[in-house]
């Protein structure tokens, strides 16, 4: 409750001195280096789907807040989502799906449901199985480069399972590899991971866990846990996209839960389903389940303690 500059809420609280925008802010940066990656790797078609993507995520929460008659504040959250959504895609796709994808995002996702911190999905994922369900081919089209104005190279991800991988892990780990734009260098992903568990930005239960199912279940059924865990998005979306306040649990012990089931999710998918990729859709799946999470792993209330039961 607010009244004038007066605010009034349920105690007791920590106040680490970050606001909410801080935070978005830590985040971008945080993301600055597989942007990085992604712009070396892919060069200028890289650049052009970033741009495109935080352009469109911008202007369309502008544009829904004033027809919602809500304040627009630059709080870098329409930021995120633009970045993370280019981030996922292909470097060949056509800018009008990016922007079509940002504007989903943005208007369908988060705004629709009532703004920051009130949406059941992560914005990105959705606009990228969105995306994907819309057009298939063109989502699907993966290619490499050696420079950023070097031409492109259709060719298969690590994951593929039409195409058996023999490229080592190295190109894996530094990411000269077929891939989404943002996935492909674990490197990249790994610094902007340190930064934001060591600011305490985001909780490690959910990447480690998450990460972990992953590597253990592909031992058990006999595929190379590297591969697993560097070849595809599993990274990137562990770190950046699983971890989002919003759409996963509060609790250490749900955050946990939430980080094996997109791991078992992940590795179903990938071993018994038709697509080699299973991260977008294993998150937004336990998006779903993380107010049930939330309602059953609960923690002891701040001084409470129990009393003891009368033998008489």
Not at 37 to 50: E, K
Not at 226 to 236: A, H, I, N, P, T
Request: glycine fraction near 10%; charged fraction near 10%; charge should be positive.
């Amino acid at each position: 409750m607010a009244e004038g500059n007066l605010q009034v809420s349920p105690g007791p609280h920590l106040w680490h001195g970050l606001s909410v925008s801080k935070i978005m802010y830590i985040v971008v940066i945080a993301l600055l280096p597989p942007t990085g990656a992604a712009i070396y790797f892919f060069g200028y078609r890289a650049l052009t789907v970033i741009i495109t993507s935080v352009v469109f995520a911008v202007l369309t929460e502008f544009v829904v807040k004033k027809m919602r008659g809500k304040p627009f504040v630059m709080d870098g959250s329409a930021i995120i989502t633009g970045l993370l959504l280019a981030l996922t895609l292909p470097p060949t796709i056509n800018l009008w799906m990016v922007a079509l994808g940002a504007i989903f995002s943005i208007a369908i996702i988060k705004e629709a449901f009532g703004g920051l911190g009130h949406n059941i999905f992560n914005p990105a994922l959705s606009a990228r199985a969105f995306l994907t369900a819309s057009f298939g081919v063109e989502m699907t089209t993966w290619t490499t480069s050696t420079g950023f104005t070097a031409d492109a190279i259709a060719t298969a991800t690590p994951l593929s399972k039409s195409v058996a991988w023999q490229g080592g892990y190295l190109p894996l780990f530094w990411g000269n590899i077929a891939g989404s734009i943002g996935e492909t260098s674990a490197f990249a992903i790994i610094i902007g991971a340190i930064i934001l568990i060591s600011l305490r930005i985001i909780d490690w239960r959910i990447p480690a866990t998450y990460v972990g199912t992953v590597a253990i279940l592909s031992l058990i059924i006999g595929k190379d846990p590297v591969l697993y865990v560097l070849g595809g998005g599993l990274l990137l979306g562990a770190v950046y996209m699983a971890t989002d306040y919003v759409t996963s649990p509060i609790t250490h012990k749900g955050r946990i839960i939430f980080g094996v089931g997109c791991g078992i999710i992940t590795m179903v998918i990938r071993a018994l389903g038709g697509l080699p990729e299973g991260v977008c859709y294993s998150i937004l799946l336990m998006n779903a389940v993380t107010p049930l999470i939330d309602r059953y792993v609960k923690t002891r209330p701040f001084g409470l303690v129990k009393v003891a039961k009368s033998k008489t």
